[in-house]
């Protein structure tokens, strides 16, 4: 019986982590403590890989190098899972990456494409980036990004029960500061 009790103590303590409060990283982040912010995220993105905020902050801290050497390739993947996690912010700071080749190849079509997606959960940023984005595709461009548009959008855009969702009459509210 002692073993149970010592197996069952060991297992809950390699899942410490994986218990890590999400409010407690954001608040590590916000007050500058990038290195407890990055192990609360990090935790919760290996645990967790259909949850998009602890994706999203990896991706911005890896980004803007918080807690971690700036790496443009680590935040393009984060920002990704988050992304295809349907995260409006993330879909905006990929495409952003994808707009100026950093982590990414440069190529304004897969930028187009994710600001169309957040555009669709009604992202004002990413709403505001579009038209930027579409002058700098030739007409073959834009129309192969049409073709893929309504694709990403049923898999990263709005869920239909989301508020967010153009086909919903529910008023929208979105916070695009992030």
Known sequence: MKKLYVSILLLMLGTGPALADFNDGV?????????????????????NESDPLPQYYLG????????????YEE??????????????????????????????????EFAYIWYSVGAAHKHQLSMNALEKARSKLSEEEYKE??????????????????????????????????
């Open 75 to 108: 935040a393009s993947k984060w920002l990704r899972k988050a992304s295809e996690n349907r995260l409006p912010n993330a879909q905006y700071k990929l495409a952003n990456l994808y707009s100026q080749g950093k982590g990414v190849p440069k190529d304004y």
């Open 145 to 178: 990004a049409q073709k893929m548009i309504s694709d990403y959008i049923e898999k990263y855009g709005p869920l239909p029960e989301d508020p967010n969702n153009p086909n919903n009459n529910a008023p929208a509210t979105v916070n695009s500061n992030s």
């Open 27 to 47: 608040v590590a982040y916000i007050m500058g403590d990038y290195d407890t912010a990055y192990n609360t995220m990090i935790s919760l993105a290996k645990t």
């Open 60 to 71: 911005v801290m890896y980004m803007k190098g918080q807690g971690v050497e700036q790496n």
